[in-house]
């Protein structure tokens, strides 16, 4: 069971990526889950489920990146169980940070567990004006230096000029991390997403 955190800032499209990328994956004969860390925030109809076989956990009342981490650890223990997804595809609270919840997917024992990356979603529309806000842009970086990938969302909302702009703030903060464009809303760049994923 391979675990990949998509984080985010409220706005960047976590919601949309994931539901994308949980069909992508879902359509190669894999089974999906989905963690959701606030009820109602992926709004996944019946038909969706269905049709992909995915499975959606919610875990409310807090961030599951510090008082709900024994949350995360018994929810990825149920679906194992109950479930045996291939895939685990957790949507923090997008006020959370990567690393601790990543330290929430490290106190699972005794299961086959991979770790997958982190992805944190940069919004391409305004993540620029975002990282230039004194205590938003201090917080923001934070979710980027926890990133093994950066996918700036929404590329199809901004010019190339912009999004290499945006790929410079970026490596600024983390030089180490894979940057990617997307658009979750058209499709475009989810397929090498995907590859990185699965």
Do not use: W
Not at 129 to 143: A, C, M, P, T, V
């Amino acid at each position: 069971m391979k675990v990949v955190q998509v984080a985010g800032f409220l706005g960047s499209g976590k919601t949309t990526t994931i539901i994308a990328l949980s069909k992508m994956i879902a359509s190669r004969g894999k089974k999906v889950a989905v963690i959701v860390n606030e009820i109602g925030d992926v709004p996944v109809d019946a038909k969706v489920v269905s049709e992909y076989g995915l499975k959606v956990r919610d875990i409310g009342g807090g961030c599951i990146c510090c008082e709900l981490l024994v949350s995360l650890a018994y929810t990825l223990e149920e679906l194992a169980r109950s479930y045996s997804p291939d895939y685990v595809l957790i949507e923090p609270s997008g006020v959370s940070i990567p690393s601790s919840v990543k330290d929430g997917i490290g106190l699972v024992k005794g299961l086959n567990l991979e770790k997958g990356p982190v992805i944190v979603l940069f919004d391409g529309e305004r993540g620029h004006e975002n990282l230039l806000d004194e205590d938003l842009g201090k917080f923001i970086k934070r979710q980027i230096a926890g990133a093994d990938v950066v996918a700036i969302n929404k590329i199809d909302a901004i010019g190339d000029e912009a999004a290499r702009s945006q790929e410079e703030l970026i490596r600024a903060v983390n030089p180490n991390a894979k940057i990617l464009r997307i658009s979750a809303k058209d499709g475009v760049g989810l397929e090498e997403l995907v590859s990185v994923i699965a």
